[in-house]
């Protein structure tokens, strides 16, 4: 019996020990913390490599505790990424890109000069042959771009990754990785330096129109931005979001980078178009004091950078919104001015409203900077959405108006255009 108690103690102790007071396990991992190990560990083998690369971070961080095992991890790791670089390096066809990339320049310089002499009738109607053309070719080379990015994002994971290996004790082969880097520079079609230095959107860096890297980087601003706008439920409603995606992806077709949903643009254009159906007037002029042109409007919601406005009405959804607008020169610039970076959309029962805006980046601040830029639609102020069930009341006759200010190239002075 006494043998069977030494027995059991001797396990007991095997099995944890105290510590300054802590109970640990025989691996050194304190109860609290051992559900969280345990998933980090199940997350840094998952087939997503983002997700993957980040549980590896945080079980590093976790010190002694998550590194046990941590090596093996990181080593899965550079496997799968290996793997997915070989991959790519033997489907991409880099001249069928190239070609593709040259048609989708040719076609985009005929339609921004089709732009500059738009009217209706004709130019309008080349205007949309244009926009189709443009949305089948990026259709096309889109998916190669993802794959691209994928292989830059691998790329810069083996970097991290070779610098943990040798952090925990393990020598980092280079042969490997010279004969990884000839398939990622394959992969890629260009040199990898190239493609490793591609700015981001924080940066505010843009590479020169012919650089060899800027096809891939405005790709990836225009999939942050999307990325940004698609996150912004609790802004816009289904519709609302339809109206600013069907936009977007026509200013990616022509080379403009899409504008990110701003809650203080949405609120200034969604209360305009419910005043518009409860006072039953359709204008860019507001009856109430203090709301009266757009620019008021949007530097009542808190945005000081901007003033063009689109609006319509009885068009029904958000496709013929956009339709009706494409097909209005003044509504069309409006929508692809270069200038502008941020958008609100409200629609209120069969009113539409579109405010543009030039101003800092909302989506670039971190969340202290979005706090204070939203400062003025704190404390529930803001005017919410209608529901994405909500019955649109029945379409009568259609109306369209556009106010849009520009800089006039020649003198830099600002033109106001009006039109319907």
Same mark, same amino acid.
């Given at each position: 019996?006494?043998?069977?108690?030494?027995?059991?103690?001797?396990?007991?102790?095997?099995?944890?020990?105290?510590?300054?007071?802590?109970?640990?396990?025989? %691996? *050194? @991992?304190?109860?609290?913390?051992?559900?969280? !190990?345990? =998933?980090?560990?199940?997350? #840094?083998?998952? &087939?997503?490599? $983002?997700?993957?690369?980040?549980?590896?971070?945080?079980?590093?961080?976790?010190?002694?505790?998550?590194?046990?095992?941590?090596?093996?991890?990181?080593?899965?790791?550079?496997?799968?990424?290996?793997?997915?670089?070989?991959?790519?390096?033997?489907?991409?066809?880099?001249?069928?890109?190239?070609?593709?990339?040259?048609?989708?320049?040719?076609?985009?310089?005929?339609?921004?000069?089709?732009?500059?002499?738009?009217?209706?009738?004709?130019?309008?109607?080349?205007?949309?042959?244009?926009?189709?053309?443009?949305?089948?070719?990026?259709?096309?080379?889109?998916?190669?771009?993802?794959?691209?990015?994928?292989?830059?994002?691998?790329?810069?994971? %083996? *970097? @991290?990754?070779?610098?943990?290996?040798?952090? !925990?004790? =393990?020598?980092?082969?280079? #042969?490997?990785? &010279?004969?990884? $880097?000839?398939?990622?520079?394959?992969?890629?079609?260009?040199?990898?330096?190239?493609?490793?230095?591609?700015?981001?959107?924080?940066?505010?860096?843009?590479?020169?129109?012919?650089?060899?890297?800027?096809?891939?980087?405005?790709?990836?601003?225009?999939?942050?931005?999307?990325?940004?706008?698609?996150?912004?439920?609790?802004?816009?409603?289904?519709?609302?979001?339809?109206?600013?995606?069907?936009?977007?992806?026509?200013?990616?077709?022509?080379?403009?980078?899409?504008?990110?949903?701003?809650?203080?643009?949405?609120?200034?254009?969604?209360?305009?178009?419910?005043?518009?159906?409860?006072?039953?007037?359709?204008?860019?002029?507001?009856?109430?004091? *203090?709301?009266?042109?757009?620019?008021?409007?949007?530097?009542?919601?808190?945005?000081?950078?901007?003033?063009?406005?689109?609006?319509?009405?009885?068009?029904?959804?958000?496709?013929?919104?956009?339709?009706?607008?494409?097909?209005?020169?003044?509504?069309?610039?409006?929508?692809?001015?270069?200038?502008?970076?941020?958008?609100?959309?409200?629609?209120?029962?069969?009113?539409?409203?579109?405010?543009?805006?030039?101003?800092?980046?909302?989506?670039?601040?971190?969340?202290?900077?979005?706090?204070?830029?939203?400062?003025?639609?704190?404390?529930?102020?803001?005017?919410?959405?209608?529901?994405?069930?909500?019955?649109?009341?029945?379409?009568?006759?259609?109306?369209?108006?556009?106010?849009?200010?520009?800089?006039?190239?020649?003198?830099?002075?600002?033109?106001?255009?009006?039109?319907?």
């Amino acid at each position: 019996m006494k043998h069977i108690w030494r027995g059991w103690g001797l396990c007991c102790w095997l099995a944890t020990w105290v510590v300054a007071g802590v109970v640990c396990d025989a %691996r *050194g @991992e304190e109860p609290s913390n051992r559900a969280k !190990l345990e =998933e980090l560990r199940q997350r #840094a083998g998952n &087939v997503d490599p $983002a997700v993957a690369m980040q549980a590896i971070r945080e079980l590093d961080q976790m010190g002694d505790a998550g590194r046990a095992g941590l090596l093996e991890k990181v080593k899965g790791l550079i496997a799968r990424d290996v793997t997915l670089v070989g991959n790519f390096a033997g489907v991409i066809d880099d001249a069928k890109v190239k070609q593709a990339e040259a048609e989708i320049a040719a076609v985009r310089v005929k339609a921004l000069e089709n732009l500059e002499k738009l009217a209706k009738g004709e130019t309008v109607t080349a205007a949309k042959q244009f926009q189709v053309k443009l949305k089948e070719l990026l259709s096309r080379v889109n998916v190669t771009y993802g794959l691209r990015w994928k292989v830059i994002e691998a790329m810069r994971r %083996r *970097g @991290e990754c070779g610098a943990m290996v040798l952090r !925990l004790g =393990e020598k980092f082969e280079e #042969a490997p990785y &010279v004969a990884l $880097a000839a398939q990622a520079t394959k992969a890629l079609g260009m040199e990898l330096g190239n493609a490793m230095s591609i700015p981001e959107l924080e940066d505010a860096i843009e590479p020169h129109s012919e650089a060899e890297n800027r096809a891939l980087w405005f790709y990836r601003v225009c999939r942050r931005i999307e990325a940004y706008n698609r996150a912004q439920t609790g802004v816009v409603n289904k519709w609302e979001a339809r109206s600013v995606a069907l936009l977007n992806e026509y200013r990616e077709g022509l080379g403009l980078l899409p504008l990110e949903i701003d809650p203080r643009l949405t609120e200034a254009a969604r209360r305009h178009s419910k005043e518009m159906c409860d006072l039953k007037y359709f204008a860019h002029a507001s009856p109430t004091p *203090g709301q009266k042109m757009p620019i008021d409007r949007m530097q009542n919601a808190g945005y000081n950078a901007g003033w063009s406005e689109n609006i319509c009405a009885n068009v029904g959804d958000a496709d013929r919104a956009f339709t009706v607008w494409f097909n209005s020169p003044g509504h069309h610039l409006a929508m692809t001015s270069p200038a502008e970076i941020a958008i609100g959309c409200g629609r209120w029962d069969n009113a539409w409203t579109h405010t543009f805006g030039h101003g800092a980046r909302l989506m670039l601040k971190d969340e202290a900077g979005r706090a204070e830029a939203l400062k003025p639609l704190a404390g529930g102020v803001a005017l919410a959405a209608q529901a994405d069930n909500a019955k649109l009341p029945p379409v009568t006759v259609t109306r369209v108006e556009t106010e849009i200010t520009i800089i006039d190239p020649r003198t830099g002075e600002k033109v106001k255009l009006q039109g319907k």
